[in-house]
């Protein structure tokens, strides 16, 4: 028999949702003896059948569900069914799979398969594994993958802090086939990009801002751009090929910033400018020495990953806003960028609300815009949808 996870009265209602996290505090026993990463049946105190899971006594989401059909077992059958849908609608309903193309297969629970993030770079997927479970079927993972998708490499990328929440050793690695060579490249929009897939940050490329930097691309057109946070320079990259006038990048990884330099190379731009600095200061200095800007992109990384942080995190992003609205012309476009996923779209427009105040200039949100579709929001978890992008006029 399976094992039972049953839950504490009243603690249900989550699950019978379908939120996919069954953190430990829900529990009220276990019955049977489910080793970290086997399967178990999820139910309520009044013993319905709600979902099935698997079990990690080392992660505080101690279940991790995945399906709620009841007598399905969660086999390579099963995992393949989930890939096939997942890959069905980045193929299929998105049109994004043409043979040089960038995109993500898999976006952990946007696609119901909580903790595993696959990302496709023209002929290598990077894999990702946030969950014990299914790192523990890693390979069987791999073989379905290589045969819906026929890649020439299959590369692991491990994200920092995991072991230690999940319990589960892993390092970066070339699972299957070739590594990566290092100039790989997608074709994006009419641009080459370099992927750094073994070191780069995520799996190599921040494929979840692709439609954002084509829409601010269009709004770049003669115009002096700043990309705050620039990575690999996806957006001062598009606001070069939409004609800006001049566009400057900053970003404090040297690393990040050899990528956008060849990045520029290989398509053509000279009137970008790599600045290697901290934001924060950065945006401080140019405003000291009065300078001005028609476009502003900011772009952090995530600033809290837990509610402790949040306050520390508003801070930063306060802090952002002033320093780009004093160095926005009037008629200036503002984009901003939040990854941040305990911060709540309607708390980014407050806090834009409150500094557009402060500096005495109109705002208007002209989009509210989030990840590209290919990293869809599950409606039964609302923390799929972390990306949150404002393009906003200043007056
Ligand atoms: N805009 C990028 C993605 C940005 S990711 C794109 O379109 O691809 C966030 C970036 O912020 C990372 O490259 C990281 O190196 C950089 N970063 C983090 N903190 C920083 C700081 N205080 N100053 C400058 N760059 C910073």
């Not at 997942?86 to 193309?101: E, K, M, T, V, Y």
Request: net charge neutral.
């Amino acid at each position: 028999m399976i094992p039972r996870v049953v839950l504490k009265p009243k603690r249900a209602q989550p699950f019978f949702g379908r939120h996919p996290w069954v953190f430990a505090g829900a529990l009220d026993r276990v019955e049977g003896t489910p080793a970290d990463g086997d399967e178990v049946e999820l139910f309520s105190t009044a013993g319905h059948f709600i979902a099935r899971g698997l079990y990690n006594s080392r992660s505080k989401i101690r279940v991790r569900l995945y399906s709620w059909a009841e007598g399905v077992a969660l086999n390579r059958a099963f995992f393949q069914r989930r890939l096939e849908e997942a890959i069905a609608l980045r193929h299929n309903i998105l049109h994004l799979n043409a043979p040089d193309a960038g995109y993500r297969i898999c976006f952990s629970e946007s696609d119901y398969l909580s903790g595993l993030i696959i990302d496709r770079y023209a002929d290598w997927l990077a894999v990702q594994f946030t969950a014990l479970g299914l790192a523990q079927r890693r390979f069987m993972i791999s073989e379905i993958l290589c045969e819906l998708l026929s890649p020439r490499g299959l590369y692991l990328r491990t994200e920092k802090g995991i072991g230690r929440l999940e319990g589960v050793e892993l390092r970066d690695e070339l699972l299957w086939g070739e590594p990566p060579p290092s100039d790989l490249s997608i074709a994006d929009n009419g641009l080459r990009l370099l992927v750094n897939l073994p070191e780069g940050h995520k799996t190599g490329y921040y494929l979840d801002q692709r439609d954002n930097r084509h829409v601010v691309a269009r709004l770049c057109a003669g115009q002096r751009v700043l990309d705050a946070f620039c990575y690999s320079g996806g957006f001062s990259l598009f606001a070069a090929q939409a004609g800006a006038a001049e566009v400057r990048g900053i970003d404090a990884s040297e690393t990040a910033l050899q990528l956008a330099r060849r990045n520029a190379e290989v398509n053509g731009f000279s009137n970008i400018t790599w600045v290697n600095a901290d934001v924060f200061h950065e945006l401080a200095e140019l405003v000291a020495r009065g300078e001005k800007f028609g476009v502003v992109i900011l772009d952090p990384p995530k600033f809290a990953r837990n509610r402790a942080a949040v306050p520390e995190a508003m801070k930063g992003y306060r802090r952002l806003h002033q320093l780009a609205l004093k160095l926005l012309e009037r008629d200036g476009i503002l984009v901003s960028c939040c990854c941040t996923g305990l911060i709540t779209m309607v708390e980014l427009e407050e806090l834009l609300a409150q500094v557009a105040v402060e500096a005495r200039r109109d705002v208007q949100i002209l989009q509210r815009r989030g990840a590209a579709a290919d990293h869809p929001v599950a409606v039964t978890c609302p923390e799929t949808g972390y990306l949150k992008c404002l393009i906003s006029r200043v007056i």
